[in-house]
C-alpha cells in the first residue's frame, strides 16, 4: 500500500505528464495553423464568414437560403472581426486551436476514469498526432469550438452515471446540460442527442432502486436548463419565420442524402476541378451506383419561400423518395457509410485541390500518408478496443448510443467530418487496446471485436476506388494527376 506521500508524488507525475501532453497537442496544431496560411475558404467556410459579416456590418443574421444555421459560430466569427478587424479570420483560427486543449484534456480524462493513468496518456498523446482532428483547428468549421464543448460535457456526464449517488451529481449533470446546449447553438446535430445520452443514467439509477419520480426529478434538471439554454434563439426563429426551432439543417440533408444522386462531400469539389480539366471523376462501385440510372432526381422546393417550411417540404419528398424506392436506399446507404469510415479527410480533400500553400503542399505525401493512417488506424484499432475493452455500464451505454447517433447522421450526408464527433472516444478505444490487449476475454467481447472490424474493412473495401483516387490526387496534385 502506498503512503499518502507516494500518492501525492504519483498524482503530481501524472498531473506533469498531462500538462506536456496539452502543450505538445497545441504545439504541433500552432505548427499547422503557421504552415497552413493563407488557405482558401470552401463552402460552409464561405458561408459562415458571410453571415458573421452579415452580423458585423449589418447587425442582421442572414438566412443562407439552404440552411438555417444555429447562430454561435458565426456570432464567434463576428466578435473575432470586430476585436481584428481584417486580421479576425486569423484570430478564430488561433483561438480554435486554443480551444483543442478541453478536446485532450477531455479525452484523457475520460480515458482515465474508465480505465487508469497509462490508458489515459496513452489516448492523449494519440490526441497529439491524430492530424485530421488537429487540420479542422485551422479550417473555419465549426467542429473545433463544438468538440471543445461536447467533450468536457461528455466527461461530466460520465463521472456523473458512474456516480450516480455521488453528492457532486447534480452539479456534473447541470454543466453538462449548458455545456451541450451551448454546443447546441454551434452544431444543430447534437439537438437529440444531448437528452437521449441522460438514459444510460436513468437506466442505472433504475437498477438501483430508485423510484420513478426520483428519477425523473433527477433527469429534468439538465432537461430544463437545456430548454432555458435553447429558448431565446428558438423564440427569435419563431419571430422571423413562425416556427419553434433551434437551427434547420435537415431539410438540405435529406435533399443530398436521398436523392438520386450519390453526392460525397469530400468528393464533389475534387470531381468538379477534374472536370474542369477535363480528366475522369472519381466513381463509386458500379453495383452501387447502377441503382441511381433510372432513377431522376426530386428538386428542391424553391418555390416555398419560408426557409424552414422549404426545407421541411424538402423533407417530405426525400422520405416519400425513399418509400417509393426501398431498394435504392438500402444499397445508397452502404455506400454512404462505407464514405463515413473511409480514411480521408478534408484536410485530404485540401491538398488535392491545392488549397493550401507551398509550405504545406511540399510535404504532401507525408501529410497524406499520415492523415490517412491516422484514421485507419484509429477506426480500426478504436473499434476493437472498445468493442473488447470498453467497461459494461452507463458508459458503454453512452458510447454506443453516441456511435449510433452518428453512423444515423453519418448515412444520410456522406462525409469524412461527421465522423469527428466519435474520433475522441475511438482514440480511447485505441489506447486501451494498445495498454492491455485482447487476452483474457470472454468469447462474446472477442466475437463483438472481430465482427466489427471485419464490417468495417469491407465498408472499406466497398470505397477502396474513390478513396484511393482521392489520395492519390492528394498525394500529386489535381495538376499533375489523371
Keep these: 500500500m502506498k503512503s499518502p506521500k ?127 482532428l488537429a487540420a479542422f483547428s485551422h479550417l473555419l468549421w465549426s467542429e473545433s469550438l463544438f468538440l471543445a464543448l461536447w467533450g468536457p460535457a461528455l466527461a461530466l456526464l460520465i463521472a456523473a452515471s458512474l456516480e450516480p449517488n455521488h453528492p457532486a451529481r447534480g452539479r456534473r449533470l447541470l454543466g453538462y446540460a449548458l455545456l451541450a446546449g451551448i454546443g447546441v447553438h454551434l452544431k444543430e446535430a447534437s439537438l437529440y442527442l444531448t437528452p437521449l445520452l441522460l438514459l444510460p443514467l436513468a437506466w442505472t439509477l433504475r437498477k438501483q432502486g430508485t423510484r420513478t419520480l426520483e428519477i425523473l426529478r433527477i433527469i429534468s434538471q439538465p432537461l430544463l436548463l437545456l430548454a432555458l439554454i435553447l429558448l431565446p434563439w428558438s423564440l427569435r426563429n419563431l419571430e422571423t419565420y413562425g416556427r419553434l426551432t433551434v437551427a434547420s439543417t435537415l431539410g438540405e440533408n435529406i435533399y443530398n442524402g436521398l436523392n438520386s444522386s450519390h453526392r460525397n462531400f469530400d468528393l464533389i469539389p475534387v470531381n468538379t476541378a477534374l472536370q474542369r480539366n477535363n480528366q475522369p471523376i472519381l466513381q463509386v462501385r458500379a453495383s452501387l451506383r447502377s441503382s441511381n440510372e433510372n432513377l431522376s432526381p426530386w428538386p428542391r422546393a424553391e418555390e416555398v419561400l419560408n426557409l424552414p417550411e422549404r426545407l421541411d417540404e424538402n423533407r417530405r419528398r426525400g422520405l416519400a423518395f425513399t418509400r417509393d424506392h426501398p431498394g435504392w436506399f438500402l444499397r445508397s446507404r452502404v455506400q454512404k457509410i462505407s464514405d463515413l469510415v473511409a480514411p480521408v479527410s478534408f484536410m485530404t480533400r485540401h491538398l488535392a485541390l491545392g488549397h493550401y500553400p507551398t509550405s504545406m503542399t511540399r510535404w504532401r505525401t507525408l501529410l497524406v500518408i499520415w492523415g490517412a493512417g491516422a484514421s485507419a488506424l484509429t477506426l480500426l484499432l478504436g473499434l476493437i478496443g472498445l468493442a473488447s475493452r470498453l467497461p459494461a455500464g452507463p458508459a458503454a451505454g453512452i458510447f454506443a448510443l453516441q456511435g449510433a447517433y452518428y453512423l444515423a447522421a453519418g448515412s444520410l450526408v456522406a462525409m469524412s467530418r461527421f465522423r469527428l464527433p466519435l474520433v475522441p472516444l475511438l482514440l480511447i478505444g485505441c489506447a486501451s487496446l494498445l495498454c492491455m490487449g485482447l487476452r483474457p476475454l470472454p468469447r462474446p467481447r472477442l466475437i463483438l471485436a472481430a465482427g466489427s472490424s471485419l464490417i468495417l474493412i469491407a465498408l472499406w473495401i466497398i470505397g477502396w476506388p474513390t478513396t484511393l483516387g482521392l489520395l492519390k490526387a492528394a498525394s500529386k496534385g489535381l495538376e499533375v494527376f489523371g
Aim: aromatic share 14%.
Design 6 to 132: 507516494e500518492d501525492k508524488r504519483t498524482v503530481q507525475g501524472f498531473s506533469r505528464k498531462f500538462a506536456g501532453i496539452l502543450a505538445a497537442g497545441l504545439i504541433l496544431r500552432f505548427l499547422l495553423l503557421g504552415l497552413a496560411l493563407p488557405v482558401e475558404l470552401q463552402s460552409d467556410e464561405a458561408n459562415y464568414v458571410y453571415l458573421a459579416l452579415g452580423l458585423e456590418r449589418f447587425g442582421l443574421f442572414f438566412d443562407c437560403y439552404r440552411f438555417l444555421w444555429p447562430p454561435l459560430y458565426p456570432g464567434f466569427l463576428q466578435l473575432c472581426f470586430l476585436l481584428a478587424d481584417e486580421q479576425g479570420l486569423l484570430l478564430a483560427r488561433s483561438l480554435q486551436v486554443l480551444s483543442t486543449l478541453a478536446i485532450g484534456w477531455s479525452t484523457m480524462s475520460i480515458a482515465r476514469r474508465l480505465f487508469n493513468d497509462s490508458v489515459a496518456l496513452v489516448s492523449g498523446l494519440l490526441w497529439i498526432v491524430h492530424l485530421p
